[in-house]
């Protein structure tokens, strides 16, 4: 009996979207309800580098022609032609989201594309400078747009584009009455008044005559006021926006901004910012990253008064210290923070901002290069136990074999862990062998305690270096553990292990030099992890790659570079266990191992042989 089509697409919610994939080979009733319209909503079909204008082999043929509908299309780094019209007119209608970036595509193309996407929800336009160059685009003397052709438009972005001119930008908006979400980050953005005076004399009316000469923020201000109750999200990073320009939007009339990103503003001050929390209090989003000269000031009033507030980022705002992290406490919808490369910010400050409290809302955390110790993390975990995504990278003192099996105990519900060069790290943390501090209690469930430190040295001089030592120092220490961990099974006792995390999708442990191939073979054990970074690790071998994709079938990234003991056999390894694998970084000394053993047609025909997905080699020199 065939089970109907609505039972598959319930069922087929609950799986992965590799497993999906992999489903929908089944037959095609299963194909079909895996790519329903509630798979493919969010779904993007992307040419990068492809050649489209050959009629015969075009891989855009296989989209023209599918069973199924696809919405949202990125084009990275082609060429789009007048050859490819016949692909809009049959499919432009269904097309929600479209991407161009860096693509080379003339003016009448374009138009023809907006022409026949008339149910365009989002648009991308990035980097596309010749589009903008000669700024006749969209002029309408010859085919232009009609008014309210982009009626369905809610996203509009044009970052990147250098030649982008207040009379461009106005074309495409009066073209988009509902617009939403706009963004100019990245664009040379003037702020000068001279501009504005040359540009636009006092009494006159700016949509008349838009500059075709340069893109003003006076002129975007102008245009955000005529759209103000439905403009909802701003985007201007990497831009020089200063604190009297952020204060003179947040003051815009009926204007209730819901995200604002300004990254990488190095002109943004307090001034904008208090303006920014006085009249915009209904923000979720907020990305001042970047902006050196925000301090605590700032953070107060973004505390006090964006109580809405569910995402916050102040990346390297190095003004920041305890004073203003002490106030993240007052953000009780807050579910993303991103405090890293913030170097005033110690444990104190955490201690009375986010961790004053048992913390349940907090979903993502980032905090690499922070300046803290284990007892940090540790509490960390402790007082934020619904973290999905945290991000230890470079936190050289604070991720330890102790703290990193005290998050394992606390931080089950992670999917995405990153320890990039927490060098502190060893088979002992991940394994759960070492040692760990309790609050005092035996608890039966406690990890096992290695006595390997314990050991009284044996009465002789060592002659060798500094670095010999340590070498041997990891070989015993390697020894010790792998003699624990093979003295137990998963059914007796596991420890605080890496391998509770069971739910772990994505992991970086690059530049954690003493994993070995007992973390590979004990500690991993992950069917739905998919993007691993392994890159610096240098004491991994083919033994460890063996377990590896025994036990992580659906990797799909990985990255082995400067992973020196590995040799083809493990890459061998890799390219035939890891059905599902699309990306892979090596150093080019294993590509010229691969093709001195296979020989270059073998070598190629096993990669088609054993990869059903698009692959990506990535080679380094």
Not at 290 to 313: A, F, G, P
Not at 493 to 515: F, P, Q, T, V
Request: glycine share 4%; hydrophobic share 40%; charged share 20%.
């Amino acid at each position: 009996m065939d089970i109907p089509y609505e039972v598959l697409v319930y069922l087929f919610e609950y799986l992965p979207k590799s497993d999906r994939a992999a489903a929908s080979e089944t037959c095609r009733s299963w194909y079909l309800a895996a790519n329903d319209h509630i798979f493919l909503k969010n779904k993007v079909a992307i040419f990068y580098k492809s050649v489209l204008s050959d009629e015969t082999f075009s891989p855009i043929n296989i989209f023209e022609n599918a069973l199924i509908t696809y919405y949202n299309y990125l084009f990275n780094e082609v060429e789009i032609t007048n050859k490819l019209n016949d692909f809009w007119e049959k499919n432009g209608v269904n097309i929600k989201c479209l991407t161009l970036r860096n693509c080379d595509i003339c003016e009448k193309v374009f138009v023809h594309i907006l022409q026949n996407c008339q149910n365009l929800e989002a648009l991308h336009i990035q980097s596309c400078k010749e589009l903008f160059m000669s700024g006749r685009l969209l002029e309408g003397k010859t085919e232009g747009l009609l008014a309210n052709n982009l009626e369905n438009l809610k996203c509009l972005s044009l970052s990147g584009n250098q030649y982008l001119t207040d009379v461009l930008v106005n074309r495409f908006i009066s073209a988009a009455p509902y617009l939403e979400e706009l963004n100019l980050s990245s664009c040379s953005l003037q702020f000068h008044l001279g501009l504005v005076k040359k540009f636009y004399p006092p009494g006159s009316d700016v949509f008349h005559n838009p500059s075709e000469s340069v893109l003003t923020f006076y002129f975007i201000l102008q245009l955000i006021v005529a759209k103000a109750k439905t403009i909802k999200h701003l985007l201007f990073s990497n831009t020089l926006i200063d604190g009297a320009a952020l204060k003179s939007l947040s003051e815009v009339d009926n204007l209730k901004l819901e995200t604002l990103q300004v990254h990488s503003c190095d002109q943004l001050t307090n001034t904008g910012i208090l303006a920014l929390t006085t009249h915009q209090t209904l923000l979720k989003a907020l990305d001042i990253g970047l902006c050196t000269r925000v301090t605590d000031q700032s953070l107060v009033h973004i505390c006090k008064n964006l109580v809405h507030l569910e995402y916050l980022n102040i990346q390297r705002c190095r003004a920041v210290t305890d004073l203003g992290i002490a106030e993240l406490g007052k953000l009780k919808k807050l579910k993303s923070l991103n405090i890293s490369q913030c170097e005033l910010i110690t444990k104190d400050g955490l201690e009375k901002g986010i961790c004053a409290e048992e913390n349940n809302v907090l979903e993502e955390l980032d905090i690499h290069s922070l300046n803290l110790d284990q007892t940090g993390v540790i509490m960390i975990s402790e007082k934020l136990p619904s973290l999905s995504s945290l991000d230890l990278s470079y936190c050289f003192n604070a991720v330890t074999d102790t703290s990193i099996q005290v998050i394992f105990k606390n931080q089950v519900l992670l999917h995405t862990l990153k320890i990039s060069h927490c060098d502190k790290v060893s088979d002992a943390g991940l394994t759960g062998m070492g040692k760990i501090e309790t609050d005092g209690n035996n608890d039966d469930d406690g990890p096992i305690m290695s006595s390997m430190d314990n050991v009284q040295a044996p009465l002789k001089i060592h002659l060798g270096s500094r670095a010999e030592e340590e070498i041997m120092r990891d070989a015993r220490r390697k020894r010790d553990v792998m003699r624990m961990c093979e003295k137990l099974t998963t059914d007796t006792y596991s420890g605080y292990s890496l391998a509770r995390i069971k739910g772990l999708k994505e992991l970086d442990i690059s530049g954690c030099n003493r994993i070995t191939d007992v973390s590979l073979t004990y500690a991993f054990n992950f069917k739905e992890l998919f993007n691993l970074n392994l890159s610096r690790c240098q004491q991994i071998t083919h033994e460890g790659i063996v377990n590896l994709v025994k036990n992580c079938p659906s990797i799909e990234y990985l990255n082995l570079i400067d992973c020196y003991n590995l040799k083809d056999e493990a890459v061998t390894e890799v390219v035939k266990g890891l059905r599902r694998l699309k990306q892979l970084e090596l150093r080019v000394s294993f590509i010229n191992i691969l093709c001195n053993v296979f020989g270059i047609s073998e070598w190629k025909a096993i990669l088609q042989r054993f990869f059903k997905f698009y692959m990506y080699l990535h080679i380094l020199t």
